[in-house]
């Protein structure tokens, strides 16, 4: 079935928009269940903000909790506040240290506690301003304030556009792990205005890649050509092709979320490529890696584990790990944490038990398959190849 309704110009070729003709506009809807997620990308979307998030929660909310951190809010808070003025909504802003650090329980206690001061209403509208952090923080405080306010999202860096603002996923970390208290919470909009990209360090946007090469990666074998034809120009920032990157990423994880929305059936599972040993390594490094970097360097490893059991060529790693490099994404590690540290989050976060490991591997590019079976000395021993 279709993903709703899409409108843009732009032609298809092998299933991926060609950058012929000029990207407009993409507008399209994802049913969950009961509720369902507009996605807007155009081209200053942040001064429709006010406007997009009144069609999408069908009414005018009595109040707005904009939450975004230091450095977004310097540049973007203006232009979404004075649309929220346009549109005569009552808003606040919230501004919160930038960096993963803010995603905890004390982060999170802040905007509680922020709400309070407000006596924000259930009828309220809490809304994201960043990247993934923000989204993620934002989303669980509306997850869980009143039992549940509706949420909207405005990314502004690419993971957080074709990834964290997508699918309903909100967390915060523990000092144990990352992500390990949250829940699921679709917002009622996202509107991404690929603008926000100049901006972006440069950084940033590689780290942001490695979502998008997984997504071609569980996905498609077309998407992930796509990438290795174009990797030039996704990285001098052409306006066309990375409309098309968000919009092809959108639609690949809308349609496996809007078939597995909570995690009951596996399919989203494969979400998870690259990140059972990425999320790891990021927590053992304290996150001064990345989350994208992290994911890359998982995406190596699960190749690798895959190509120990006979399940993934090596020319399938050999292509991956070369794409990664071209994106300027680490593929080795530099100062590795300790394997053990590594293992224990592993298992913390469920994802060894017995002594496996589960993890999410390629037959193919394209072609992803969960296996529960994996003994954990396979995963210390690609973990060990991971050094520089």
Known sequence: PGLGDVRCRARKRDGIHDEGTRFTVF???????SCSTRVAVRAGCLEQAARLLIEAAG??????????????ASLYADRVGRSFQAERLDFDLHVIPPGEASKSLDGLEDIYNRLAA???????????????????????????????????????????????AVGG?????????????????????????????????????????AESVKHALIRSFDFLAWHEDRADRILARDAETLAVLIRRNVEIK????????????????????????????????????????????????ACRVGERIGLTAPTLTAR?????????????????????????????????????????????????????????????????????
């Open 27 to 33: 507008d399209l809807t994802i049913p969950f269940g």
């Open 59 to 72: 009414r005018r909310p009595p109040r707005v909790l904009l939450i975004s951190d230091e450095t977004v």
């Open 118 to 164: 407000l006596a924000f209403p259930r009828d309220g509208v809490i809304a994201a301003l960043g990247g993934g952090v923000v989204s993620d923080l934002a989303g669980f405080a509306a997850a869980t304030w009143m039992r549940g306010v509706q949420f909207a999202i405005f990314p502004t860096t690419l993971e957080a556009d074709i990834d964290a």
């Open 169 to 209: 996923k909100t967390a915060v970390n523990l000092p144990a792990g990352k992500n390990l208290v949250g829940a699921f919470h679709q917002p009622v909009c996202v509107g991404i205005d690929p603008g926000c990209l100049e901006t972006l360090p440069e950084r940033d946007l590689r780290a942001g890649l």
């Open 254 to 301: 809308a349609g496996i979320v809007r078939e597995d929305a909570e995690e009951r059936s596996g399919l989203r599972m494969l979400l998870n490529f690259g990140h059972t040993v990425g999320h790891a390594i990021e927590t053992c490094a304290g996150y001064a890696l990345r989350h994208g970097e992290c994911v890359a360097l998982g995406m190596v490893a």
């Open 320 to 388: 991956v790990a070369a794409l990664l490099s071209r994106l300027g994404l680490p593929t080795v590690l530099e100062s590795p944490p300790e394997a053990e540290a590594v293992m224990e989050v592993m298992r913390r976060d469920k994802k060894i038990a017995d002594g496996k490991a589960r993890l999410v591997l390629l037959e193919d590019a394209g072609r992803p398959i969960i296996r529960d079976d994996v003994p954990e000395s396979l995963v210390r021993e690609v973990y060990a190849s991971l050094r520089a």
